[in-house]
């Protein structure tokens, strides 16, 4: 005996019944006539173009905070500098552009200290990198030479010193980067690997895509090039924060001269006063006062210590040591 529910032989087995597949093609309508399209995408949210070819100049070009933290670098590179080198110099930002790793490489010439470096905890791989003429002018500096407009470029590798002069001013770089960071995000700068050719510095996926931040560095006569190249990965769950324009200052480093600044400070004379009582009289009594009149002051149970005019501590009136005494009862509170 035949089950009910089995269709007879030769029949497909209906999937959707009547009902339904008119359901369907009335929703087809809808679609085309564009109206229903139209709330569909805009309950999504809206769509914005995004050009994965040009990643790295959309990328950068909204990220103004970023620009910030990358010029406070800048001047802290430059005091390091000249710590190191002890020469005048001048690092300035000379902003970012995108690039695929692959790209970048073949930018760079035959010799160019190239440093993998960690920034933790940043998520990847960022490169450190200076030019030619930075590392030789920057050794000839250290070892009291003169440096020079444009350094022999046949050169195929760096001497123990000039290798010696890079790893000093990738050390300065690393702690640079952690202080003009550390407003933002407390990151702690790592030496990967280091290589001179830029064939061997295969570290990176090929296609990976960056961002090169470039500082010149302008000394007497001369000059070289810094350059900080961080992939987009990197960046990317950090944007909304480095979208922002303004960022709460939160460093607790304040400069070479902020310790000389306070100790001086600290030994300025300050002129205190106080008030300890008023009087108030009309002019046809001040007129008739003469010498050795007596003028009646009213006193409050406090008197107030004013700093150079401005109100600084509430105390009690009285004497100490046979002198008159102010003893200081508690801080005023100023709006």
């Given at each position: 005996?035949?089950?009910?529910?089995?269709?007879?032989?030769g029949?497909?087995?209906?999937?959707?019944?009547?009902?339904?597949?008119?359901a369907?093609?009335?929703?087809?309508?809808?679609?085309e006539?564009g109206?229903?399209?139209g709330?569909?995408?805009?309950?999504i949210g809206?769509?914005?173009?995004?050009?994965?070819?040009?990643?790295?100049?959309?990328?950068?070009?909204?990220?103004?905070?970023?620009?910030?933290?990358?010029?406070?670098?800048a001047l802290?590179?430059?005091?390091?500098?000249?710590?190191?080198?002890?020469?005048?110099?001048n690092?300035?930002?000379?902003?970012a552009?995108?690039?695929s790793f692959?790209?970048?490489?073949?930018?760079?010439?035959?010799?160019?200290h190239?440093?993998f470096?960690n920034l933790?905890?940043?998520?990847?791989?960022?490169?450190?990198?200076?030019?030619?003429n930075?590392i030789?002018?920057?050794?000839s500096?250290?070892f009291g030479?003169?440096?020079?407009d444009?350094?022999?470029?046949?050169?195929?590798?760096?001497?123990p010193?000039?290798?010696r002069?890079?790893?000093?001013?990738?050390q300065?770089?690393?702690?640079?980067l952690?202080?003009s960071?550390?407003?933002?995000?407390?990151i702690?700068?790592?030496?990967?690997?280091t290589?001179?050719n830029?064939?061997?510095a295969?570290?990176?996926n090929p296609?990976?895509?960056?961002?090169?931040n470039?500082?010149?560095?302008?000394?007497?006569?001369?000059?070289?090039v810094f350059?900080?190249?961080?992939p987009?990965?990197?960046?990317?769950?950090y944007?909304e924060?480095?979208?922002?324009?303004?960022?709460?200052e939160?460093r607790?480093?304040?400069?070479?001269w902020?310790?000389v600044?306070?100790?001086?400070l600290?030994t300025?004379s300050?002129?205190?006063?106080?008030?300890?009582?008023?009087?108030?009289?009309?002019?046809?009594?001040?007129l008739?006062?003469?010498a050795?009149?007596?003028?009646?002051?009213?006193?409050?149970d406090?008197?107030?210590?004013?700093?150079?005019?401005i109100p600084?501590?509430?105390?009690?009136?009285?004497a100490?040591?046979?002198k008159?005494?102010?003893?200081?009862q508690?801080?005023?509170?100023?709006?």
């Amino acid at each position: 005996m035949a089950d009910s529910d089995t269709p007879p032989e030769g029949e497909s087995e209906e999937v959707l019944t009547q009902e339904e597949i008119d359901a369907l093609l009335t929703s087809v309508d809808e679609d085309e006539d564009g109206d229903d399209a139209g709330d569909i995408v805009a309950g999504i949210g809206h769509v914005r173009a995004f050009d994965f070819s040009r990643q790295g100049q959309s990328l950068s070009a909204g990220l103004p905070l970023l620009n910030v933290i990358h010029e406070r670098f800048a001047l802290q590179f430059c005091e390091s500098i000249f710590n190191t080198l002890r020469c005048s110099n001048n690092v300035k930002f000379a902003g970012a552009r995108g690039a695929s790793f692959t790209d970048y490489l073949h930018t760079l010439e035959l010799p160019t200290h190239i440093n993998f470096i960690n920034l933790q905890p940043l998520k990847g791989i960022a490169l450190a990198v200076f030019d030619n003429n930075l590392i030789a002018n920057a050794t000839s500096s250290f070892f009291g030479g003169s440096m020079k407009d444009e350094v022999v470029g046949d050169k195929q590798d760096f001497t123990p010193s000039e290798m010696r002069i890079g790893n000093m001013l990738l050390q300065s770089v690393m702690s640079d980067l952690q202080l003009s960071w550390k407003a933002d995000i407390d990151i702690h700068p790592q030496a990967k690997q280091t290589e001179t050719n830029p064939d061997f510095a295969q570290l990176m996926n090929p296609a990976e895509q960056l961002l090169v931040n470039r500082f010149d560095i302008v000394f007497e006569g001369t000059q070289g090039v810094f350059e900080l190249a961080m992939p987009m990965a990197m960046i990317e769950p950090y944007r909304e924060q480095f979208a922002v324009t303004y960022q709460a200052e939160k460093r607790d480093d304040q400069g070479t001269w902020a310790p000389v600044i306070i100790d001086e400070l600290k030994t300025t004379s300050v002129e205190l006063s106080s008030i300890l009582g008023t009087a108030q009289v009309t002019l046809g009594e001040l007129l008739k006062l003469n010498a050795g009149d007596i003028i009646h002051l009213d006193m409050a149970d406090t008197v107030t210590l004013f700093a150079e005019g401005i109100p600084i501590f509430d105390g009690e009136y009285g004497a100490f040591n046979d002198k008159n005494a102010v003893k200081i009862q508690h801080k005023k509170h100023r709006p």
